[in-house]
Nanobody, 125 residues
């Protein structure tokens, strides 16, 4: 069973930074998996923010490029999202996602099998 637990969310002023973490359950090696961060703001559809594949290749949404950095520590089974220069429009619930299929990381339209419960990020102006 795969469990993903996000942490690191909170309230910050515009221009500030937050680092989100996603701890994955043990007994599974996630190094080859596709891992990603999504977000959903009230009244909006969920959108992909960043993803990273088993080779460490990354992909970002246009809104995240240049401000957010996704990374992972395979030894700790932990995924990160460093968010800098935060804007009020970044306010959302942020979710961690994981999938064992390499192909999941080829497109935002592909579905991730496992999801965390989310962590709230609120950016005030």
């Amino acid at each position: 069973q795969v469990h993903l637990v996000e942490s690191g969310g909170g309230s910050v002023q515009a221009g500030g930074s937050l680092r989100l973490s996603c701890a994955a359950s043990t007994y599974t090696y996630y190094g080859t998996w596709c891992m990603g961060w999504f977000r959903q703001a009230p009244g909006k559809e969920r959108e992909g923010v960043a993803r990273i594949d088993g080779d460490g290749n990354t992909n970002y949404s246009d809104s995240a490029k240049g401000r957010f950095t996704i990374s992972k520590d395979n030894a700790k089974n932990t995924l990160y999202l460093q968010m800098n220069s935060l804007k009020p429009e970044d306010t959302a619930m942020y979710y961690c996602a994981a999938d064992p299929k390499r192909a999941t990381c080829t497109s935002w339209s592909r579905s991730f099998a496992y999801w965390g419960q989310g962590t709230q990020v609120t950016v005030s102006s």
